[in-house]
């Protein structure tokens, strides 16, 4: 008979396991035996991994406890433990082949859970674009698999909030040991407003037993219609503006005609003289020039 003190052994874990050297012989006792404990998986983290047992009567038995740590690198499944004990007993017949008395090995198989470890970053809402209210938009991550084995069956849930758009959940299929991926579903925010809610990781192990991993999701749901920013655009629309349909106002001169034309040949007057004069004053420098 065996057990540990914890139901569940995770890989790096230290653990105490416990076991009976049990004589099941119902006349002779058992004596001088030594017990070895040897594993490839598992280490002794204290002392020895060897205890000697003086004597166990018939049909008696000796509880032995030892603190184990498993590896760290080990993947799920059940690794081996090796009990070897070498013993005498009363009257045993000394032969060449028992000189050093009779050994007997016992192997006993332990499940190691290996620590899944995901890492979710970048969660967001509504990707490029403005999520509305009960109106698929994207929901985007970056996953990755810390761990030491592929992740097999890897499928998402949402709830809160939210909803997967297409069916009660969105399949991804097998995340690799060491490999980062960005993942983009569609889901349905069920309200307006500041939304939030939870993404669930569901996965199997190497050992087809399925574990979840959960991060929070959050984001600003706007509502249907998008009239809400017309309600209260944040500055002063112009109030004189005419409404649809009505003619606009034809708009009055700032002068009569015969003015506005007394003005015009008034400037017109003036950049002729001012022109002539130009002419004149080129003229006598020339005049001057040539008398020089």
Not at 1 to 9: G, Q, S
Not at 123 to 143: D, E, R
Not at 251 to 260: Q, R
Not at 267 to 273: D, I, K, Q, R, Y
Request: hydrophobic content about 35%.
């Amino acid at each position: 008979e065996f057990f540990t003190n914890k139901d569940e052994i995770k890989s790096g874990e230290e653990f105490d396991f416990t076991f009976d050297v049990f004589n099941t012989h119902s006349e002779t006792a058992a004596k001088n035996i030594k017990v070895t404990v040897t594993s490839e998986m598992f280490s002794v983290t204290r002392g020895s991994n060897s205890f000697f047992i003086q004597r166990v009567e018939p049909e008696d038995g000796e509880k032995i406890t030892i603190n184990l740590k498993a590896s760290a690198a080990a993947m799920t499944g059940s690794y081996p433990i090796n009990i070897q004990m070498e013993y005498e007993y009363d009257d045993m017949p000394v032969t060449e082949a028992n000189a050093g008395g009779v050994t007997v090995t016992e192997t006993k198989m332990l499940l190691i859970k290996e620590n899944l470890r995901v890492s979710v970053e970048n969660v967001m809402v509504g990707g490029w674009n403005t999520p509305y209210v009960n109106q698929p938009t994207q929901l985007s991550f970056s996953i990755y698999n810390m761990g030491k084995s592929a992740l097999n069956n890897v499928y998402f849930t949402v709830e809160g909030d939210f909803t997967v758009a297409n069916g009660s959940s969105y399949y991804y299929g097998t995340l690799q040991s060491g490999y980062p991926d960005y993942v983009e579903m569609d889901i349905m925010p069920l309200i307006a407003g500041e939304a939030t809610g939870t993404l669930t990781i569901h996965m199997e192990d190497s050992n087809a037993d399925e574990v979840t991993y959960t991060a929070d999701i959050s984001g600003f749901i706007m509502e249907m219609g998008g009239d809400t920013w017309f309600e209260d655009p944040g500055f002063d629309l112009p109030t004189d503006v005419p409404p649809m349909g009505e003619p606009v106002e034809e708009a009055k001169p700032i002068v009569s005609l015969p003015i506005f034309i007394g003005i015009m040949v008034i400037v017109f007057l003036t950049g002729l003289f001012a022109t002539r004069g130009i002419r004149i004053a080129c003229y006598k420098k020339k005049l001057r020039k040539e008398e020089e």
